[in-house]
């Protein structure tokens, strides 16, 4: 199966696939097993000890928790479902697709359980005390934002035919470099312009067969938002594939995205300050699994519009923060052009997406009808040598 990644640098898994070993600690003093607040950490072992740190608050009668990879950088993770029923504990964390169930013992200071992140693995977390809890360092400093009044183009870009001998195909942005593989011109257009593929009209034949490499260097200073790199990759694929169109308007079938009655559910809004998402498939028992990061309703449906279904899918949520989410399905025939895992009969397998969509993020997509616009290629070019 081909996959796409879409994503601002590489993602921290917060616990990532290797067993966690309880931290050597001074013997604590019994808790109210009912109240988790505080810091809760363990050491991954994996190849060098890596400290993980779980802060508890509760506000207004509910758990909340923040997560920390403390040797990684110290980058927040949110989690979200964070509950106590009884003895048993359990929170997701739905940048990186993961999910903890776990039972508190009985003096309140240590959780014993199972991190599931694709799959399922041990972790044990020990109540931390003031003399044994570990400092959290300040999160990386971001680059500065490019300015919003920036009209960037790319200072330097190759463009190159892709290998078929290397798998995949993606978009990367890793802080100020911007890369692509097995991209076709198709492809550069929906991911440039925020098209579905039955938007783009009277193109060569060509246009959705060969495919290329990027490698690209904005020319203005700063971090660029997800605004301004679409548009130097507008510039770009102008410049370089002489791309000529003209908008028209059209009645197409979409499916639309909603908001369901008792939704929106499971998503944590993202205060980190970023301006690009990280969305990247993967697979998981019986179907694949989507951890979304830092994205908007607009990213969500742009990537399920390119990579997923074969229609427009068009955002009519009214929600307007960055959120962090997880999402797994059994995908039916016909999605992800048909690259897709094949279905599973397992009792355990994921729903599907529609049903997915709904129950596990409160949303809804339905299929319509709405005017959309197109673009109607008049020239295009393959692109010359570097």
């Known amino acids: 199966m081909k996959k ?51 802060k508890i608050t509760k506000e207004d009668g509910k758990l909340k928790a923040v997560g920390y990879s403390i040797d990684q950088g110290g ?14 504990f359990r929170f997701s964390v739905p940048g990186v697709g993961g999910t903890y169930r776990g039972t508190l013992s009985a003096d309140g200071n240590t959780i014993t359980g199972t991190w599931s992140q694709g799959q399922p ?44 001998n290397i798998p995949g195909n993606w978009f990367r942005v890793n802080g100020r470099n911007f890369t692509t593989h097995n991209i076709s011109l198709a492809g550069l257009i929906k991911f440039a312009y925020g098209v579905h ?21 904005p020319d203005a200073e700063g971090q660029p938002s997800d605004k301004q790199w679409k548009g130097m990759l507008q510039k770009l694929i102008a410049e370089r594939f002489k791309l000529v169109y003209h908008s028209d308007r059209q009645e197409l079938a979409v499916f639309a995205l909603t908001v369901a009655k008792d939704g929106p559910k499971n998503m944590a809004e993202n205060t980190s300050g970023g301006s690009l998402p990280g969305m990247f498939f993967r697979g998981t028992p019986g179907g694949i699994m989507l951890p979304a990061n830092n994205a908007t309703m607009k990213d969500f449906t742009g990537l399920l519009q390119e990579v997923v279904l074969d229609k427009p899918v068009v955002d009519q949520t009214g929600l307007k923060g960055r959120y962090d989410f997880n999402l797994k399905w059994a995908p039916a025939e016909g999605e992800f052009g048909g690259h897709g895992p094949a279905a599973s009969d397992a009792p355990d397998a994921p729903p599907g997406l529609f049903t997915a969509v709904q129950e596990q993020i409160g949303l809804k997509l339905e299929s319509t009808k709405a005017m959309v616009d197109v673009m109607v290629i008049d020239h295009a070019e393959k692109p010359s040598a570097n």
């Open 4 to 54: 796409l990644a879409i994503c601002a640098a590489a993602l921290v898994a917060m616990f990532g696939c290797i067993l966690l070993a309880q931290t050597a600690a001074p013997a604590a003093a019994a808790h109210d097993p009912g109240d988790l607040s505080g810091d809760w950490q363990g050491t991954l072992h994996a190849g060098q000890g890596l400290r993980i740190v779980l």
């Open 75 to 88: 980058t927040p993770m949110n989690a979200t479902n964070v509950e106590l029923q009884g003895k048993e």
């Open 121 to 164: 693995l041990d972790l044990v977390l020990v109540r931390a005390t003031k003399e044994t809890a570990w400092d959290i360092p300040a999160p990386p400093k971001p680059l500065a934002p490019m300015a919003a009044d920036a009209n960037p183009a790319f200072e330097v870009a190759t463009i190159k035919p892709s290998d078929p």
């Open 197 to 217: 593929g039955k938007q783009i009209l009277n193109g060569p034949d060509w246009i959705d067969k060969d495919t290329y490499d990027i490698a690209a260097v």
